[in-house]
């Protein structure tokens, strides 16, 4: 069946460092892919998304390109905050499956000041 | 309003008990999702209504587990005789189409003492 991989967390970087969290997939057909993130004490909100090939989301500095070849979904930031501390999930939704989306374990992301 | 919203935000309920989960979506959108999300994982999909109709309910994990539309707006998840295994945030998300993006209310979470 479908499924999302991500890496393991936690991740904990120094204020404008360089973020990377991979994310793999699994499916058949053609996903659109997400990723969402949980402030804390708040509720899952979408950041960005992309639905076909080479496609590049991009939000509040983040970016992640649909790479078919690799079956991946990486998410980026090149300078991230103390405000970005946060949880990111990489979901994708497969609209042969029902339209349910398929989640990885998320990342928890610490910035330090 | 203006999101998903949810309530309560909080139950605790002893074990054997029976609870009722409350979910109100966006005005207007036709789909809406059940999810169950355990500490430090990914929300794990319960189950999905189309209007009143729910569609898929593979991800209900025992006969405890009962979802409802009855008018095609807002949607109850009930468990009954809550075991300690239940305990976990349950998250209510609603989009107005196939491909469209979910929007999460703020879950709740229950604890089962």
């Known amino acids: 069946g479908d499924s999302v991989t991500q890496m393991e967390g936690p991740v904990t970087l120094s204020e404008e460092a360089f973020l990377t969290i991979n994310c793999t997939y699994t499916a058949t057909g053609y996903p659109s892919l997400f990723w969402y993130v949980q402030y804390p004490g708040e509720g899952l909100q979408l950041l960005l998304k992309?639905?076909?090939a080479d496609d590049k989301g991009s939000n509040k500095g983040f970016e992640a390109t649909y790479r078919k070849e690799t079956t991946s979904f990486h998410l980026e930031k090149g300078s991230v905050q103390v405000s970005d501390s946060a949880v990111y999930f990489c979901?994708?939704?497969?609209?042969?499956?029902?339209?349910?989306?398929?989640w990885g374990l998320g990342t928890s992301l610490a910035v330090n000041p | 309003g203006a999101g998903v919203s949810q309530s309560p935000r909080y139950k605790v309920a002893k074990r054997g008990q029976d609870v009722a989960l409350r979910c109100d979506p966006i005005s207007g959108h036709v789909s809406l999702f059940w999810y169950q999300q355990a500490l430090g994982q990914g929300p794990e999909f319960l189950t999905y209504?189309?209007?009143?109709?729910?569609?898929?309910k593979s991800g209900l994990p025992s006969d405890r587990f009962f979802a409802e539309r009855p008018e095609g707006s807002v949607s109850t998840l009930k468990i009954q005789r809550t075991q300690q295994e239940d305990s976990a945030v349950y998250l209510c998300a609603s989009s107005s189409g196939l491909r469209d993006k979910q929007y999460f209310g703020p879950g709740t979470r229950l604890t089962v003492t």
């Open positions: 992309a639905t076909k």
């Open positions: 209504f189309q209007n009143e109709a729910q569609l898929d």
């Open positions: 979901a994708l939704l497969n609209a042969g499956n029902n339209r349910k989306l398929i």
